[in-house]
């Protein structure tokens, strides 16, 4: 497996040729949205020979108006809770029609995996059908307007956190999945896209169902200068707030990016994440404290299951 | 020839999808079709239904899944009741809005609370703004008629929308008659391979239901309703075929019975329209001028084939098995505003709502209600608007 | 063998959308800042290219990175993303 450092001054083939084709510019997304940045990575796996199954998020918009598309590969615009659902059928149909070589990817955003596609991406899992379900994962409703979702980090603004704060932790969506006992569950971030190309192509070659939790910044949800989407992405990783790995065979694989920080000592301090973000302005030292313990466990959990 | 076997109503529904040659069923247990999948489910596991079966884990998904194998190529099919319909409304519109081919027999149940298995037309009646072709059968070979009949209908490039075919739970799902079951040789023939306006099956790149602006959303939307207008032609022609093929021709969006001469008219939908004839038979024998119109189809709504019987009536009675509750029965408001087209000068028209959660109503209920309808007429009255008929 | 499935098509309107590019129009008119290039910096690292969220930056063999400004949204990711500072947002006229 190739896990790479993105700052490497070498391009990594087939980074980024593979990326020119399907993703076609002038999409509807905000500036700096790290939607169709992971995008260009599932087009580098898997070309036009994929069917993506959107529901109702951020997504609908993002390919723009009728009659255009801004992908150049196939997608099912679906009902908000049925991302899984639709996904399964598509796949059962090719399956029964012979057609091998088009990958069905659920692509949701976290409100429609997370909250209302629970039941229904439970329901895929444990019938365990051969797609590729992604949750990207930008911590609120942010196509309605920035609400919380159980998806939404502990102490997050948002427009139905508005002074407080959101009081809860984040739902762990992929542990959720790890105890469906699929084949495969990964966490990716769109600041590491060659960790996500690797993570796809190992989900491409197993058969059954595969989920993969994208973390995607949100400028404009998150409140932060769009040319920070990258970066906002890394600090993520960098103070240990959000871990990469790999889930399969029974164990947690850590992946590369994240390797160093599970001495706490290398981690950057979780301010530093949290100071680029308007979302956090109110943060108190204790809410901090409170994320740092919960990052603490998180890294234990991973700690034992590795 | 084919062969008479005897089947319940549910089973009747899986011969047919199976007659069809289903590619894809996603479904949810819930009574009373369940005794549908399972049928379904025994059909696959033994080998003689070559199709997938996603056990799926909501009526939600069932039709999402349904609808994503259709959309990939697959003849798809599904079933459900009640709370099963009403909890998949999402997709039924998602279905019909795509343009997407697919059938879904819809066994009748009431909807609660109170909890209450028996048939109604509840659940069906409220599907009918959704888009999807609406048949209603009156016993278990129609069940099987019909149900073969949706995915002929449904795929015929003037109509290309799904199809749902009602039946009455126990008293159709569950009861047993004797079916005719055709040769398969034939059905293949006449059914042919699957057609679809587009598939999304990764050949070429194709994105369905992306955002579209007002003007364009509208414009889809009214071809819907062209389709509607083209499948009562489509219904019809099917309904020739069929007959020539099979023996079994019933008559198209509507079944007459004792029309010929008929003053009065009864209109009913379901299984319990076999009362109602029943009812007008011993009538006729008492010299009473009456017969009956069974709605087949009441999506799209039959009005010129109903205008063409009753434009010379003195009366016409509407038994609905549903209501539409401040408003009145809906077969009979739709009946109501579409005769209004046609003239200034209606026939005296009547709406009895009856049969709701189940109360059985026999054909001597018909009898009486029929019987005073007419006499109110013939003495120079006016039968109420409408009437809740209710017994104990 | 694939199963085929017979397409009949009629012509009608009906919610299917094809790749287009500039779904949204000319992109470029978004921007409010605008990204420049410094060849002399740039080392051909390509970061600029595979994070690009609109697909606009195509870095060539021997000129680097050529960025397609009808479309660039100016947010300004590449930028950021750039280990050599070769690319800087200047304040779009």
Partial sequence: MTTSNPQSPKPRPPLPYNMREVVLPGDAACPGCPIPMAWKVLSAVFGEKMILVIPACCSSVVVGAYPGNSLKASVVHVAFASA??????????????????????????????????????????????????????????????????????????????????????????????????????????????????????????????????????CPVGWRFDPKYTVRIGKLAVETGLWILYEYYDGKIHLSGPSRPYIDPKKRKPIIEYLKLQGRFKKITEDKIKEIEKYVEQHWEWIKRHM | ???????????????????????????????????????????????????????????????????????????????????????????????????????????????????????????????????????????????????????????????????MIGLEGFILGHTTMLVELPEQEVVDQWLGPRKQEYVIDGKEPLALGNLAWPEDTEEMFMEIQKAMDNA??????????????????????????????????????????????????????????????????????PYEDIWEKVKNSKGVIVFDRSISFGAWGPLFTDLLTGLYHYTNNLPIMSNVVAGIGGVNITYNDFAKLLTSFIETIEKGDKPPVFTWYHKR | MVKEVQIVKTGIKIPLAKPKIGVAGKTGFWRITKPVIDYDKCVKCFLCEIYCPVNVIRVEPDQGPVIDYDYCKGCGVCVDVCPTSALKLVQEE
């Avoid at chain 1, 070589?101 to 059908?129: C, F, K, P, Y």
């Avoid at chain 1, 307007?145 to 980090?153: E, F, L, V, Y």
């Avoid at chain 1, 809860?168 to 990716?188: L, Q």
């Avoid at chain 2, 379901?270 to 004839?277: F, K, P, R």
């Fill in chain 1, 84 to 217: 899984a659902a639709v996904a399964s059928g598509i796949a059962e149909a090719l399956r029964k029609r012979g057609i091998t070589d088009v990958q069905v990817i659920a692509w949701a955003g976290d409100g429609g995996t997370a909250d209302i596609g629970m039941a229904s991406l439970s329901g895929a899992a444990e019938r365990n059908h051969d797609i590729i379900y992604i949750m990207y994962d930008n911590e609120a409703y942010m196509n309605t307007g920035i609400q919380r979702s159980s998806s939404t980090p502990y102490g997050a603004w948002t427009t139905t956190t508005p002074i407080i704060g959101k009081t809860e932790h984040k739902k762990d969506v992929a542990k959720i999945m790890i105890a469906h006992g699929v084949p495969y569950v990964a966490t990716a971030s769109v600041a590491y896209p060659h960790d996500l190309y690797a993570k796809l192509q190992r989900a491409k070659k197993i058969r059954g169902f595969k989920f993969i939790h994208i973390h995607a910044p």
């Fill in chain 2, 1 to 163: 020839m084919g062969k008479l076997v005897a089947l319940t109503g549910n089973y009747a529904v899986a011969y047919a999808a199976k007659y069809a040659r289903v590619d894809v069923i996603a479904a949810y247990p819930i009574t009373p079709q369940t005794s549908i999948v399972e049928k379904l489910a025994e059909l696959i596991e033994s080998g003689e239904l070559d199709a997938i079966m996603i056990r799926v884990e909501s009526e939600h998904s069932a039709l999402a899944a349904t609808f994503g194998a259709a959309v990939a190529g697959a003849r798809a099919f599904t079933a459900t009741s009640s709370q099963g319909l009403l909890y998949m409304h999402e997709f039924v519109h998602w279905t019909s809005r795509a343009r997407i081919p697919a059938v879904m027999a819809i066994v009748t149940r009431a909807l609660a609370p109170p909890w209450n298995i028996w048939p109604d037309h509840s659940d069906f009646m409220d599907q009918r703004d959704a888009g999807w072709i609406m048949g209603f059968a009156m016993d278990n070979q129609e069940v099987f008629d019909l149900t073969l009949q949706a995915f002929k209908i449904s795929e015929d490039p003037r109509v290309y929308l799904p199809v």
């Fill in chain 2, 232 to 301: 009562k032609k489509v219904i019809k022609e099917v309904d020739e075929e069929y007959g020539k093929l099979f023996g079994r021709k019933y008559g198209g969006l509507i079944q007459c019975i004792n029309c010929e001469d008929a003053k009065y008219f009864a209109v009913s939908m379901g299984a319990w329209s076999g009362d109602l004839i029943e009812a007008v038979n011993k009538l006729r024998e008492e010299g009473y001028p009456i017969g009956v119109i069974r709605i087949r189809f009441c999506r799209p709504f």
